[in-house]
């Protein structure tokens, strides 16, 4: 028997989300099947509904920053029980015997299967993600969300949480470690209250001057406006690690100068082809590197969970309901969200 399914899906590029009835598969020995009771909006799930990156396959249910409720576990499973709270984020399945999926770095797997708009192998259904109100993943690819997490504030961090974690710990942040975050959103917040707990200096290179305040409570020591020449020629030669989280083409020359000797700017927002073009001259000069990073693998994603419960952090929220999302999209193109919004599943019952 498959399991019927309601979430909010988009049709086309252009349209919003609307209510959309669907099936997720019958329940195989290895699945969990979750009831959402929460769900984070990140801005990839806006680009996949407007398909910005091409190839997303309509109609599409995002939402892959999933926290809810087990309600049955299949014969395999011995990690997860009725009842348990879990977490489901980027990645519902992969292929598992390849070298990055043996290391635990599903992410890199070049069958990795994506929570929405991907091919599940095993069946050929198109995978649904977690703007719903149930969903069956394989106990492989379910977290465990530690006690004491708020849940609301839990969402977030099965994206935009290990997003950022995964380059600090790659990139080896410590104490006295400087670092910048650039963009404050969803990502953004993460990278500075990760950072900050990380012992680094922290950052916020920004292109808006209203975040300042906000900035700081988060745990950013400075603020640096990044359209403003002065700003960033006062920060020359000091960042160890940026971690860029600006979704949409931009100029990354600025930026480079602020790299200390053997520095590396990592892209996690925007993906094709840069503009302006990388002038080389100071990447060569100055062993600079800039590179790019992909959430996380599982292994990594429990850590960074079980971090955050340890050190008491979680994102901070605005509440919607599922009916408000397309409110939200608008909202998240015009940067005006603080700072990240995450669904109420029990509006979409209701
Ligand atoms: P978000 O909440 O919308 O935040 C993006 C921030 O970037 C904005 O708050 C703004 O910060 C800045 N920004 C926005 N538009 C800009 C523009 N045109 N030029 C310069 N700066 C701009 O988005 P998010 O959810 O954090 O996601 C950020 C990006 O990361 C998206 O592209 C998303 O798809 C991607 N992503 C990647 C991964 C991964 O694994 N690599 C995972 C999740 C998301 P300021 O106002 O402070 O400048
Ligand atoms: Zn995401």
Redesign the pocket.
């Known amino acids: 028997m498959t399991i019927q399914a309601l979430g909010y899906a988009t049709h086309t590029p252009q349209s919003d989300l609307v209510p959309y009835h669907f099936e997720r598969r019958d329940p195989r020995p290895d699945d969990v099947t979750i009831e959402i009771l929460y769900c984070g909006v ?3 799930d806006l ?1 996949t509904a407007r398909n910005d990156w091409g190839g997303t396959l309509y109609p599409v249910v995002p939402g892959h920053e999933i926290i809810g409720k087990v309600t049955a576990v299949g014969s395999a499973v011995t990690r997860f029980a009725p009842g348990d709270t879990v977490g489901v984020g980027c990645l519902v399945d992969s292929c598992r015997n390849c070298e990055p999926c043996e290391h635990g770095h599903e992410q890199y797997c070049k069958s990795f299967v994506g929570t929405y708009s991907s091919v599940d192998p095993q069946d050929g259904r198109v995978t649904q993600g977690g703007y719903s109100d149930r969903i069956v993943v394989s106990d492989r690819f379910v977290l465990n969300i530690p006690k004491g997490l708020d849940l609301k504030g839990a969402a977030p961090l099965l ?2 949480g290990i ?1 950022t974690y995964s380059p600090l710990r790659h990139w080896d942040v410590k104490p006295g470690s400087k670092v910048a975050v650039a ?6 917040h993460m990278g500075i209250k990760l950072a900050k707990a990380m012992g680094a200096e922290v950052t916020l290179l ?3 001057p209203g ?1 300042e305040a906000d900035a700081r409570r988060l745990g950013a020591d400075h603020v640096v406006l990044s359209g403003d020449a002065a700003q960033m020629a006062a920060v020359e030669d000091k960042f160890a690690l940026i971690i860029d ?4 083409v ?1 100029d990354l020359n600025p930026y480079i100068p602020t790299l200390a000797v053997d520095g590396t700017l990592v892209l ?3 993906l094709g082809p840069l503009e302006d073009a990388l002038v080389t001259v100071p990447l060569v000069l100055r062993r600079k590197a800039v590179a790019g ?3 996380g693998g599982l292994p990594e994603t429990q850590e960074m969970l079980d971090y955050c419960a340890e050190h008491g952090i979680t994102a901070d929220v605005e509440m919607i309901t599922m009916a408000n999302i397309n409110n939200a999209y608008a909202r ?1 193109l015009k ?1 005006d ?1 603080k700072y990240r919004f995450v669904i109420d599943m029990a509006s979409l019952k209701a």
């Open positions: 990140c801005h990839s680009h994206c935009a997003t963009g404050l959103g969803g990502l953004g920004t292109r808006s975040k989280t600006v979704p949409y931009h996690v927002g925007f990073s992909l959430i998240m940067s969200v």
